[in-house]
């Protein structure tokens, strides 16, 4: 499981989160073109070339390539604190909206410097994903 620290990660600013988040919005925006479903996005998997800023999506370990009549899938994968709500419920699921999931946990991590949604151990993290109660302490938006 994916550590679940009380400490602030590093924290970007605005500006630099808006550049990230719009090259990773398009690159996510060309998967769900050509029919590929991530399903791992987060911290890990984006690169950030010092000189340039351009931005790479990697870890295509659990991306699948879905067709026309397969509207939905069901295999339980992904990081814990990225997972969406239907993952965690081990429900059947669209795949584009698992990515759009992601994508915003990392924006929230990316400007706040905390996961959204924190637990003490994988079932209560879960748990807090399910009830959709995010962590909105005043040290997250400080």
């Known amino acids: ?28 925006l060309y ?23 351009v931005v790479k999506l990697i870890d295509f370990g659990f991306s699948v390539m879905i ?8 295999i339980f994968c992904g990081t814990p604190s990225y997972m969406s709500p239907e993952i965690v419920r081990r429900c059947d699921y669209e795949g584009k909206p698992v990515d759009m999931w992601a994508l915003g946990v990392l924006l929230f991590v990316m400007l706040t410097g905390f996961y959204p949604f924190r637990g003490a151990s994988e079932n209560d993290l879960f748990l807090q994903i399910k009830k959709g109660v995010f962590n909105s302490s005043d040290e997250v938006f400080n």
Do not use: P, Y
């Open 1 to 28: 499981m994916q550590q679940q620290t009380k400490e602030r990660l590093e924290r970007i600013s605005v500006n630099k989160a808006r550049r990230i988040f719009k090259q990773l919005a398009e690159a996510v």
């Open 31 to 53: 998967l769900h073109e050509k029919n590929i479903v991530h399903r791992d996005i987060k911290l890990d998997n984006v690169l950030v070339e010092d000189q340039t800023n």
């Open 67 to 74: 067709s026309a009549d397969q509207s939905r899938l069901n």
